[in-house]
């Protein structure tokens, strides 16, 4: 059975920054679904190919795709410690997917905070390729739309823990530690 932690925002809230600090701390993998995309584009294989033009404009790569890239991925030994995931799952078929899945036992759901003003301000900062204004936009749509509804879900479910994602990155970090009982 693998432990999972999942990391829940709006793109743009820190959950990757957070992943790397608190994966190094527990010893535990990080697994960002978006940069295994984005790996995929750069390769040009198969599920980079069809990736491509879905993330520049910022829509979500369909559901079966990203399951089977990331159930395929906490198969491998680095997740035997648990693990932690960042951008996933952003749909309501991605968290049933791990739901119905008796490899895995979903620890903690934490939600990251922040408001959409300093979101937009942080996504541009950072210049990545698929951070424009325009794919901004459709990202932040798509959150409120397909992702959002989760924190309900796993509120529902007790796993759920908000935090004010808007401090210093050491503060956030030390926040998220006192949670974890993985
Ligand atoms: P951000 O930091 O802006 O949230 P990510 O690096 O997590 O961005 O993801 C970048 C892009 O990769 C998304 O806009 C989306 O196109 C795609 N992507 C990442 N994770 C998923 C997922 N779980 N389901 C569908 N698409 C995804």
Do not use: C, Y
């Given at each position: 059975m693998t432990n999972?932690?999942?990391?829940?925002?709006?793109?743009?809230?820190?959950?990757?920054?957070?992943?790397?600090?608190?994966s190094e701390k527990f010893q535990i993998a990080h697994i960002s679904t978006g940069v295994m995309?984005?790996?995929?584009?750069?390769?040009?294989?198969?599920?980079?190919?069809?990736?491509?033009?879905?993330?520049?404009?910022?829509?979500?790569?369909?559901d079966n795709l990203v399951i089977e890239m990331l159930k395929d991925r906490l198969d491998s030994d680095d997740c035997k410690n648990g693990a932690i995931l960042?951008?996933?799952?952003?749909?309501?078929?991605q968290a049933l997917s791990l739901e119905n899945d008796e490899k895995f036992s979903i620890k903690s759901v934490i939600f990251f905070d922040v408001n959409q003003e300093e979101l937009v301000k942080r996504m541009l900062e950072r210049?990545?390729?698929?951070?424009t204004e325009e794919s901004i936009k459709v990202r932040l749509q798509v959150y409120l739309n397909e992702t959002e509804p989760l924190v309900g879900f796993y509120s529902k479910k007790n796993l759920l823990t908000e935090i004010?994602?808007?401090?210093?990155?050491?503060?956030i970090s030390s926040s998220i530690s006192e949670l974890i009982n993985l």
């Open positions: 999972i932690l999942i990391f829940l925002g709006p793109p743009g809230s820190g959950k990757g920054t957070q992943a790397e600090k608190i995309l984005r790996d995929h584009v750069d390769r040009k294989t198969d599920l980079g190919i069809k990736a491509k033009s879905i993330l520049d404009e910022g829509s979500l790569v369909p960042d951008g996933f799952p952003r749909t309501l078929p210049g990545r390729s698929d951070d004010n994602a808007l401090g210093s990155v050491d503060d």
